[in-house]
């Protein structure tokens, strides 16, 4: 009964390789969130998207792409991937948009580029 | 511009004492505000939550205080236990870009 499910937890992959990051939650909300978290545990929101619309585009390279197929759904697709990419990469969704209300976080994938 | 900080980076409790974590945001428009709990290898867990009407907040053992006035939140951990260690993250809601800005973490240790 997972709230917010990613995978893979652990990807770990060379410079250059293009990878994929699945996040799906069960919860029904209508926003979903990618966040990068840094050696430090420095958190940053990367993209948001409402019912499969994007609404925030942080300065983000344009080597990450986001698709959300349908609400429940949020991929990170990440192109040409460079050593400064390794991180742990957070998904997270919350209800509506307008007055906020608390995200919810899967659990990470841990990205290591060789 | 945009920052949430922390006061204490670290800090070490005796179990059954008392936590405070402080929290100084810089974004006086900011009307909400998080407190999550990050464990090793899991992703932040909310704990509360506080809109900017009010001024305190209680949930199960834990306490969330606003001050606007110096724009300051602290969240306090009452009779801390072992279980309780982890980092603890404030988040500003940043109202005119949509989006939580978080602080750096506190990573509180509980010493049986």
């Known amino acids: 009964d997972t709230a917010v499910s990613q995978t893979p937890k652990y990807l770990v992959t060379q410079m250059g390789n293009d990878k994929s990051i699945k996040c799906e939650q069960n919860l029904g909300h209508d926003t979903m969130y990618w966040y990068k978290q840094d050696s430090k545990k420095f958190l940053k929101i990367m993209f948001s998207y409402n019912n499969k619309e994007l609404i925030i585009n942080e300065t983000v390279p344009n080597r990450f792409s986001p698709k959300s197929p349908d609400k429940a759904h949020l991929n990170l697709h990440i192109n040409s991937l460079e050593l400064g990419d390794s991180a742990v990469y957070f998904c997270?969704?919350?209800?509506?948009?307008?007055?906020?209300?608390?995200?919810?976080f899967g659990d990470g994938t841990r990205l290591s580029i060789l | 511009g945009e920052s949430v900080g922390l006061h204490l980076p670290t800090l070490s409790v005796q179990e059954g004492d008392n936590s405070i974590i402080n929290c100084a945001y810089s974004?006086?428009?900011?009307?909400?505000f998080i407190w999550y709990k990050q464990e090793s290898g899991k992703g932040p867990q909310f704990i509360i939550d506080i809109r900017s009407n009010m001024d305190k907040r209680q949930g199960q053992r834990v306490t969330v205080l606003l001050n606007k006035t110096v724009k300051h939140l602290s969240l306090q951990i009452a009779a801390t236990q072992p279980g309780d260690s982890a980092v603890y993250f404030c988040?500003?809601?940043?109202?005119?870009?949509?989006?939580?800005?978080f602080g750096q973490g506190t990573e509180l240790s509980v010493k049986p």
């Open positions: 988040a500003e809601y940043y109202n005119q870009g949509g989006k939580l800005i």
């Open positions: 974004n006086s428009a900011s009307d909400y």
């Open positions: 997270a969704s919350s209800q509506g948009t307008g007055f906020p209300q608390p995200q919810h």
